[in-house]
């Protein structure tokens, strides 16, 4: 396992076929104890482990940063998020009910809900902790065990996660965390034991994962990649919607799935705009992800660096203009000279048919588009496989609230981008996956129906 500089700073062991079996089995003996306690005693536990996130966020935002490569004060967000996503869920936690039916003389009918058992929740590497949280809090909510496992990648800080929840007095075993790529992930989709699969990631992956689940009517939870339009329109605050191309675009290294990557500016605005865009991306601070003035931190690794410069190098080929970056940033220092680094770009000139506009480039880059109607604009937005994010600026609210019920995606944004409440339910359309993080929704997708009919007078035979 590499840092953001490119040195090893520490060795994992890939969890085979025993391992993720162990894990299994010590999550099913967890769920036997914690399923039978009730709603309020799991959101004490909850709550307490919300508490302690939020109490060590300095120290877990550190980890987070030296695991991942984005700058500490996006990485103090992320943690922030998961203590919150944690919080909210320890709310409903004592709440979750079923309902109470009357039916004809007296008889009646209700419903339980109940917890699923172990779900498996596999994790990508943009977003380690806080994804893993996403996964976590519902399911433990609803009164199932999770074993997790997060990207060989970022494999360090979701067992920090662990060790919180184990603090916090969850039952031996309920939050497991087992290391490794491709085989552990067969493993744990394949064992006759797991009752759910919940996974972030790539679209192939998630097709791969679907096809395992479907071995064993296992349900599955998808949130994949994204090629997300942000429509910009001339009526709109034009710094704020500035700092929204910006958001939708740079944050993470631009590692992010529901980024608005296709910006779509209507051509009375597009020179204006494209201007203060390219100023505003020249200014962001690149470099060492530890330190307080840092904007951007470090790609990944070397092989997704070279992925995203091939990106840019191939969408010159095509015809676009690389505006203002795109180039590889060596730091001062020369700890970090190694390192993933790149400037943030922004493309111009950019046509529909571009592989820079039609792929998920998962990179900071962002392409800009030029566009003359709302109804041209909306069938440009909606021409791609995915259909995850969108966002939309313009101080016409009605104008805002008619394109944003046009849009084939499942998260919105009006004249915001790339917010995380975790009150509201997350994910995506098409081939962005299905199913919903956060949110009442999450609980739908943790627990299942188990319904009861009650006879209280003579059983009617028609026999």
């Given at each position: 396992?590499?840092?953001?500089?490119?040195?090893?700073?520490?060795?994992?062991?890939?969890?085979?076929?025993?391992?993720?079996?162990?894990?299994?089995?010590?999550?099913?003996?967890a769920?036997k104890?914690?399923?039978?306690?009730?709603?309020m005693?799991?959101?004490?536990?909850?709550?307490?482990?919300?508490?302690?996130?939020?109490?060590?966020?300095?120290?877990?935002?550190?980890?987070?940063?030296?695991?991942?490569?984005?700058?500490?004060?996006?990485?103090?967000?992320?943690?922030?998020?998961?203590?919150?996503?944690?919080?909210?869920?320890?709310?409903?936690?004592?709440?979750l009910?079923?309902?109470?039916?009357?039916?004809?003389?007296?008889?009646?009918?209700?419903?339980?809900?109940?917890?699923?058992?172990?779900?498996?929740?596999i994790?990508?590497?943009?977003?380690?902790?806080?994804?893993?949280?996403?996964?976590?809090?519902?399911?433990?909510?609803?009164?199932?065990?999770?074993?997790?496992?997060?990207?060989?990648?970022?494999?360090?800080?979701?067992?920090?996660l662990?060790?919180?929840?184990?603090?916090?007095?969850?039952?031996?075993?309920?939050?497991?965390?087992?290391?490794?790529?491709?085989?552990?992930?067969?493993?744990?989709?394949?064992?006759?034991?797991?009752?759910?699969?919940?996974?972030?990631?790539?679209?192939?992956?998630?097709?791969?994962?679907?096809?395992?689940?479907?071995?064993?009517?296992?349900?599955?939870?998808?949130?994949?990649?994204?090629?997300?339009?942000?429509?910009?329109?001339?009526?709109?605050?034009?710094?704020?919607?500035?700092?929204?191309?910006?958001?939708?675009?740079?944050?993470?290294?631009?590692?992010?799935?529901?980024?608005?990557?296709?910006?779509?500016?209507?051509?009375?605005?597009l020179?204006?705009?494209?201007?203060?865009?390219?100023?505003?991306?020249?200014?962001?601070?690149?470099?060492?992800?530890?330190?307080?003035?840092?904007?951007?931190?470090?790609?990944?690794?070397?092989?997704?660096?070279?992925?995203?410069?091939?990106?840019?190098?191939?969408?010159?080929?095509?015809?676009?203009?690389?505006?203002?970056?795109?180039?590889?940033?060596?730091?001062?220092?020369?700890?970090?000279?190694?390192?993933?680094?790149?400037?943030?770009?922004?493309?111009?000139?950019?046509?529909?048919?571009?592989?820079?506009?039609?792929?998920?480039?998962?990179?900071?880059?962002?392409?800009?588009?030029?566009f003359?109607?709302?109804?041209?604009?909306?069938?440009?937005?909606?021409?791609?496989?995915?259909?995850?994010?969108?966002?939309?600026?313009?101080?016409?609210?009605?104008?805002?609230?008619?394109?944003?019920?046009a849009?084939?995606?499942?998260?919105?944004?009006?004249?915001?981008?790339?917010?995380?409440?975790?009150?509201?339910?997350?994910?995506?359309?098409?081939?962005?996956?299905?199913?919903?993080?956060?949110?009442?929704?999450a609980?739908?997708?943790?627990?299942q129906?188990?319904?009861?009919?009650?006879?209280?007078?003579?059983?009617?035979?028609?026999?």
């Amino acid at each position: 396992f590499k840092m953001c500089a490119g040195r090893v700073i520490s060795k994992l062991l890939c969890s085979g076929e025993k391992e993720v079996d162990l894990a299994v089995q010590s999550a099913k003996a967890a769920f036997k104890i914690w399923s039978q306690m009730s709603g309020m005693e799991r959101s004490r536990v909850l709550l307490e482990a919300a508490r302690i996130i939020r109490e060590q966020r300095e120290e877990i935002a550190t980890l987070e940063t030296i695991n991942n490569g984005k700058s500490i004060t996006e990485a103090r967000v992320d943690i922030d998020i998961s203590w919150q996503c944690v919080e909210y869920y320890a709310g409903l936690a004592g709440s979750l009910a079923g309902e109470h039916i009357q039916l004809p003389g007296g008889s009646f009918g209700y419903t339980r809900r109940e917890p699923l058992g172990v779900c498996v929740g596999i994790g990508a590497w943009n977003y380690p902790f806080q994804i893993a949280c996403w996964k976590a809090a519902p399911a433990l909510a609803c009164g199932n065990a999770m074993v997790f496992k997060p990207s060989p990648f970022t494999p360090i800080s979701v067992v920090r996660l662990a060790e919180i929840f184990t603090e916090a007095g969850v039952p031996k075993g309920l939050f497991n965390v087992v290391q490794g790529g491709v085989a552990t992930g067969q493993f744990l989709c394949h064992h006759p034991d797991v009752a759910k699969i919940s996974f972030t990631g790539s679209v192939p992956t998630g097709i791969k994962i679907m096809e395992m689940a479907a071995k064993g009517i296992k349900p599955v939870t998808l949130e994949l990649g994204g090629k997300s339009p942000l429509i910009i329109f001339s009526d709109c605050a034009l710094e704020n919607a500035v700092n929204g191309a910006l958001m939708a675009n740079f944050l993470t290294q631009g590692e992010v799935c529901c980024n608005g990557t296709r910006v779509f500016v209507e051509r009375k605005i597009l020179d204006v705009f494209t201007k203060e865009v390219v100023k505003r991306t020249q200014k962001i601070k690149v470099g060492d992800p530890l330190l307080e003035d840092t904007r951007m931190g470090a790609l990944i690794n070397q092989p997704h660096l070279d992925r995203v410069q091939g990106f840019i190098k191939q969408a010159k080929e095509q015809g676009a203009q690389v505006l203002c970056g795109g180039d590889l940033y060596v730091p001062d220092d020369p700890k970090l000279k190694n390192g993933y680094y790149m400037r943030p770009c922004v493309l111009g000139n950019c046509t529909d048919d571009m592989t820079c506009v039609k792929e998920e480039i998962f990179g900071p880059v962002m392409s800009i588009l030029p566009f003359d109607t709302e109804e041209e604009v909306i069938e440009r937005a909606n021409n791609t496989k995915f259909g995850l994010a969108g966002g939309v600026f313009t101080r016409d609210i009605q104008k805002a609230h008619r394109v944003v019920a046009a849009l084939k995606a499942g998260m919105c944004f009006i004249n915001n981008y790339n917010v995380s409440p975790v009150e509201l339910p997350f994910g995506g359309y098409k081939a962005s996956g299905f199913g919903r993080e956060n949110g009442r929704a999450a609980i739908e997708y943790y627990s299942q129906l188990k319904t009861v009919c009650v006879e209280m007078g003579d059983v009617e035979s028609v026999f």
